[in-house]
């Protein structure tokens, strides 16, 4: 009788993770036509639940799987690939916990990403998963670091980024959205339906965003085009890239007057972007150049 009752709490419990995972991504996909102030009570109801659940029963959670590859400098100053490894199932990064959000159950498999706590590396993620389900990405407390989710991004539904400092983020283009909080000095380069930051500052931007980009709490913003260059053929069929590009419409939340809002401004596309060419050449580098591409971020900012 007890095992019967505790398997019960236990597919309750599951059902109501997946419950507030997918209201969760509802909400994230609705902050674009939210108000201010119901962005933030119904963004901290939603932690109030998550939180709650977490304390009931954290042992109750299973970790995400995903793979990645790293590349760093050697002694010589030569930059290696490293062979590609398969995190242990058990946990997502050494030393860290991983969100119950973004996690998947034993009953009842959500395929998603997430990478944490990682300084200095070369990142490129890998789609292990082998259903064709959309699935979200999430980066936390990453610095210095390349992070190219282009393999996975035409499967990605939802990316979410936090405390990223001193990085480069490359999506392929996706029909989600995407959300960045707490970045400084990063340089993005993404195609998706909508676009957000939140308490960022010092952040170049390349996209092609379906909507009107929103920055709030934020400042020293840029926005340019999405370079052609990095787009592949694939990215052609998919539906964000058919739609116009208004990244140049940034909408600030925290500049309600008519003048142009000072926090964010545009790449000036008149003339050759020498920080987009550099890009584009080092991105697609099979040696994956960390320092130089690193360099390149400093020039843009």
């Known amino acids: 009788q007890k095992k019967l009752i505790d398997a019960a709490v236990s597919t309750n419990r ?24 119901d962005q933030k009570h119904l963004t901290a109801e939603i932690e109030v639940m998550r939180i709650f659940l977490q304390k009931s029963n954290p042992s109750a959670l299973c970790n995400t799987g995903f793979r990645f590859k790293s590349v760093t400098a050697t002694r010589s100053g030569v930059q290696s690939q490293q062979k590609a490894e398969d995190t242990d199932p058990t946990t997502i ?48 407390d990453i610095s210095n670091c390349v992070v190219d989710l282009r393999p996975i991004g035409g499967a ?30 990063c340089l993005v380069i993404l195609a998706v339906r ?25 400042s020293g913003m840029q926005f340019a085009s999405y370079p052609s260059e990095l787009l592949q053929n694939s990215d052609a ?31 000036d596309t008149t003339k050759n972007d020498p920080v987009a060419q550099q890009l584009c050449f080092l991105l697609n580098d099979n040696h994956k150049p960390l320092n130089e591409a690193l360099q390149c971020l400093e020039q843009a900012l």
Request: with cysteine.
């Open 156 to 185: 990605l539904r939802a990316l979410n980024c936090h405390r990223v400092k001193n990085s480069i983020i490359i999506c392929a283009p996706f029909s989600g959205a995407a959300t960045i909080r707490h970045a400084h000095k």
């Open 14 to 37: 599951q059902n109501a993770w997946t419950l507030l995972r997918a209201l969760d991504i509802k909400l994230r996909e609705a902050l674009i036509y939210l108000p201010p102030y």
């Open 93 to 140: 990064q050494q030393g860290s916990t991983p969100d119950p959000l973004l996690t998947q159950t034993s009953s009842n498999p959500k395929p998603s990403f997430m990478f944490t706590d990682i300084e200095r590396k070369w990142i490129v993620a890998e789609n292990i998963f082998s259903t064709s389900e959309p699935t979200d990405c999430e980066l936390r």
């Open 237 to 267: 069929n998919c539906v964000v890239t058919q739609t116009p590009n208004l990244f140049h419409l940034v909408d600030d939340f925290n500049w309600l007057k008519r003048t142009h809002s000072p926090n964010w401004s545009l790449v």
């Open 194 to 218: 909508q676009l957000r930051f939140e308490s960022t500052n010092s952040v170049r931007v390349y996209t092609h965003c379906s909507s009107h980009p929103v920055i709030e709490r934020s």
